[in-house]
Each structure stands twice: as C-alpha cells, then as structure tokens.
C-alpha cells in the first residue's frame, strides 16, 4: 500500500466548475500537507500549504485536511481553462516530501 | 520570491557520456537540495538529499556513484549522471528549502535524452 493514495484522472469538467481534489494517506507521522500545480514539462509550483486540520482558503483554492480520517482535498471554484494541470497531494515526515501520484486536470472552455 | 533555476533545461547526450544539471537558489539561501526524478506521466520520485558542505544521502536503489551530487555552496547543487545510458532519459527536478522551513522550491526541470 503506497504512503499516499490520489486518484490519477484524467479529470475533465466545464469552465466555471467547482473542481474537487483528493487524498488519502496511511502514515499519522505527516505533518504538514501541500497541494502542487505541475504543467507539462514544467516543475511543480506550490499552491498551497496546511499544518492542522480545518480548511485554508487562498482566492479560488481552499485546501482541507481531516487529519482523523487521513483525507486531504483541494477545491478550485469559477475554474478557468488555465487551471488544466496535474495537481500532485503531497505531506512532509522528517523533513520529506512524499507526492502523491497526481490527478490531471482539463478545463473545458 | 523563492526562485530556484535549473540549467539546461534539456540536454540530449550520446550513450556513455556524463552530463551535469545544475541547480540554484537565486533569491535565498538552500541548506538542503533535493533531487527528484519523474518518468512520463508519474509522480516526482526523490532520489537524493543534500545538506550545504556535506556528502549527500540517496534512497534505496539510487547509485551514488552513477548520480553524483555536490552542493558546495548555500546556492548551488549539481547533480551529474555518469555514463548515461537510455534508461536514464527522465525529467529531473530539484528543489531547495531553507534552514527550518519545511516548504520546498522546485526548479523548472531538466529533460535529459540518452541516445
């Protein structure tokens, strides 16, 4: 069983769409809890970033962790075809990242 | 801010060759680098770990002695493969974090081909 489970996709909604993102994961030991936006042939560019569980919100991308049920989601409101990338979950233990294996993402125009 | 390069952004060597990818840190200081390695539609794979003035730790499976990594200074990393072979054509990627930051920065990437 991998450390960190996301469904890979492909994924494709309309413009204008409420996108949902998920993870689970096994291990209790992660700490901190990231989502990334990676575009093709490109680095990942962080997005956004958690510690505790409750909801963080940044312009159109609120992140959720539920740390008692090792389930983590990314919501992207009003999504734009801009937005169509590979979203990788990814948590930290003793200073590690461990991605998940990323969900690809189309926005239709 | 939090800006990390890579350099080059591709290369394409022949089989046997050794090729240098280098990564900086432009606008903070890195004490630790990492080196990941993606194949075609997978996820980012850590290969390595480096702390600035010391002698990086690999993951289970990873050469050593085929991926070299020095990280001589608090703005630079350079991972060399050696002897490329086919089987080494990947996307690599590194990343950089600061003293006591948990948050990592990812260069662009660097596409390797080895014919």
């Known amino acids: 069983q991998k450390e960190v489970e996301q469904d890979p996709g492909p994924l494709s909604v309309p413009e204008g769409a409420i996108v949902s993102l998920n993870c689970t994961y096994s291990?209790?030991?992660?700490?901190?809890f990231m989502w990334y936006r990676q575009y093709s042939r490109k680095g990942p560019e962080l997005l956004m970033y958690?510690?505790?569980?409750g909801n963080k919100e940044d312009g159109r991308f609120t992140a959720q962790v539920d740390k008692s049920s090792k389930y983590i989601s990314l919501f992207i409101r009003d999504s734009q075809p801009s937005d169509s990338a590979t979203y990788l979950c990814a948590m930290t233990r003793a200073s590690k990242i461990i991605f998940g294996s990323g969900t690809r993402l189309s926005i239709r125009p | 801010g939090a800006v990390v390069s890579q350099h080059p952004s591709w290369v394409i060597c022949k089989s046997g060759t050794s090729v240098k990818i280098e990564c900086r840190s432009l606008?903070?200081?890195?004490?630790?680098m990492f080196w990941y390695r993606q194949f075609p539609k997978q996820s980012l794979m850590l290969m390595a770990t480096s702390n600035e003035g010391s002698k990086a730790t690999y993951e289970q499976g990873v050469e050593k002695d085929k991926f070299l990594i020095n990280h001589a200074s608090l703005t630079l990393s350079t991972l060399t493969v050696t002897s490329a072979h086919p089987e080494d054509s990947s996307f690599y990627i590194c990343s950089a974090q600061s003293s006591g930051q948990e948050t990592q920065y990812f260069g662009p990437g660097t596409r390797l081909l080895v014919l």
């Open positions: 291990n209790s030991a992660f700490q901190y």
């Open positions: 958690t510690y505790s569980s």
């Open positions: 606008d903070f200081q890195a004490t630790t």
